[in-house]
């Protein structure tokens, strides 16, 4: 069992994030730098939450050899994405990670509702927010809130059509299957807030593989309320 540290360099890695419509800033979702939690990995990897402050300091201050940075070409914040170090999840079998979505819905909302909370209703708009934002991450092989055209959370739910006065987004990457990644955001303070909101209405996820990233797979849930 490893522990979840906010802003360091991850081998399984998950990120938060919460926003309100009076309020575009981009929260970690977590109460304090030290908050942390937990979720099971294999015994020689490590685990992490990233949140989604730019000012964060990375994991990692200096070049390490084979680990991907991005081109002069993105616009991410500095700061506020992470890489996985080279052959991190090597030894992890993707051959049936798959995602289905209502399945996906199903687990959350047992899980809201074990809370007493309204389940919430598959959105297509934040489903095209949770897929874009997963290729873009896949395509640079990090975690991060931010999009490589310098995008939020926000941003993206809004370029959809989704009108909301409330979004939320947790992100991981590096999971074998969807029970694994919502073990760590349950896990994580500020991932399961943002799974128990409770004036969510609705909620998209997305799921993009590819074997030759470091992280393998890229998880985005976007959970939102329309106005």
């Not at 896949?138 to 931010?146: E, G, Q, T, V």
């Not at 990457?173 to 807030?193: A, C, I, Y």
């Not at 799974?195 to 890229?218: N, W, Y």
């Amino acid at each position: 069992m490893y522990r979840v540290a906010l802003c360091a360099i991850a081998a399984i890695a998950l990120a938060a994030c919460s926003l309100g419509s009076s309020n575009s800033t981009i929260s970690s979702g977590y109460a304090q730098p030290d908050t942390t939690g937990s979720i099971t990995s294999s015994p020689n990897m490590q685990s992490v939450a990233l949140g989604g402050d730019p000012g964060a300091p990375r994991g990692r201050k200096t070049a390490v050899a084979g680990q991907q940075y991005a081109s002069l070409g993105d616009q991410a914040p500095k700061g506020s994405y992470e890489k996985a170090t080279t052959g991190a999840l090597s030894d992890r079998d993707y051959s049936h990670t798959a995602l289905d979505p209502e399945k996906a819905r199903d687990v959350i909302n047992q899980y809201r509702r074990d809370k007493g909370l309204k389940p919430l209703r598959l959105n297509a708009e934040l489903s095209e927010a949770a897929k874009g934002h997963s290729r873009d991450l896949a395509k640079w092989d990090r975690i991060s809130h931010y999009g490589s055209d310098g995008s939020n959370p926000w941003d993206r739910v809004k370029r959809t059509g989704f009108n909301a006065k409330l979004a939320a987004e947790n992100v991981g990457t590096g999971q074998v299957d969807f029970l694994e990644v919502m073990r760590g955001w349950k896990d994580s303070p500020g991932h399961n807030k943002n799974l128990l909101l409770k004036d969510a209405t609705h909620m998209g996820i997305a799921l993009v593989q590819d074997p030759r990233t470091e992280f393998k797979s890229f998880w985005t849930l976007v959970i939102g309320t329309p106005m």
